[in-house]
C-alpha cells in the first residue's frame, strides 16, 4: 500500500526567475531543517538538457516511537538523491527526489515539473506527485500517514521559500522575513557541526564499550 500525493502551485514569476530561484533556494527562513547541499554530477546532453544530481541533508522530525528504533546519531538526519532534467527550449524542469537512508521505516519519493503557466506566460506552474511507501511490518499504515502529513507540511515551507529567494532576487523585499539568508545558514552549520560532534562522541564511547567486551573474554 503506498499513499498518493498530487497537487498544483502556481508562482507569479517567470519560469526563468523560478529556474534561477530554484539553484538559489537555500538557505531561506523557511529552510532550517535543510543541512546541506551538493552536486556530484552535472552534463548538457546532445539535445542541449542539463542533467544534474545533487545529495542534501535535511533533519526530519520522527515520531518518538520511531526514534526508538534507531540509534540517536542517525534518526534525523535524512539523505536525499536529487535528479533534475531542464529543457531550456520547451522551458520545462523536472525533478526526482528520494531519500537513500532510512528506507525501511519508509521511503518518500516526488517527482515535480516546472512550465510555464498556460493562462499567464509570466507565471510558473508546478505539478507535484509523490508516493510514500514503507515497509517496516505492522505500523506501516501508521508510517505512511506521518510521512505524508509531513510532506505536504515541506511542501508549504517549500513554496514559502521560493517566494522569499524570488523576492530577494527581483529586488523585493519579502513579505516575511523571519530572518536573514546570512543567519539561516549559520544557524544550518552550527546544527551541522553539533550533530557532527554527537556522532563522534556516540561512534567512540561505541568503540570503548566493544574494547572492553573483548578484554573480558582475553
Not at 548538457?44 to 515520531?63: E, F, H, I
Amino acid at each position: 500500500m503506498v499513499k498518493y500525493f498530487l497537487g498544483e502551485s502556481v508562482l507569479r514569476s517567470s519560469w526563468d526567475q523560478v529556474f534561477a530561484a530554484f539553484w538559489q533556494r537555500y538557505p531561506n527562513p523557511y529552510s532550517k531543517h535543510v543541512l546541506t547541499e551538493d552536486i556530484v554530477h552535472r552534463e548538457v546532453t546532445p539535445d542541449q538538457k542539463l542533467l544534474s544530481r545533487r545529495l542534501l541533508t535535511k533533519t526530519n522530525r520522527m515520531p518518538r516511537w520511531a526514534e526508538q528504533l534507531f540509534p540517536a546519531n542517525v534518526a534525523h538526519s535524512v539523505y536525499i538523491l536529487e535528479d533534475s532534467i531542464v529543457d531550456p527550449q520547451n522551458q520545462t524542469m523536472t525533478t526526482f527526489t528520494w531519500n537513500i537512508n532510512h528506507a525501511r521505516l519508509m521511503v518518500v519519493e516526488e517527482r515535480c515539473v516546472y512550465c510555464v503557466n498556460s493562462d499567464n506566460s509570466g507565471w510558473t506552474e508546478i505539478r507535484r506527485e509523490a508516493w510514500v511507501s514503507s515497509s517496516l511490518f505492522g505500523v506501516s499504515r501508521a508510517v505512511q500517514e506521518f510521512g505524508l502529513a509531513q510532506f505536504k507540511s515541506n511542501v508549504t515551507k517549500t513554496m514559502k521559500g521560493f517566494e522569499y529567494i524570488l523576492a530577494k532576487l527581483q529586488g523585493e523585499a519579502p513579505s516575511k522575513t523571519l530572518e536573514t539568508a546570512k543567519e539561516a545558514k549559520e544557524k544550518a552549520e552550527e546544527t551541522a557541526l553539533a550533530a557532527t560532534e554527537k556522532a563522534k562522541d556516540l561512534a567512540s564511547k561505541a568503540a570503548t564499550k566493544k574494547q572492553q567486551q573483548q578484554q573480558q573474554f582475553v
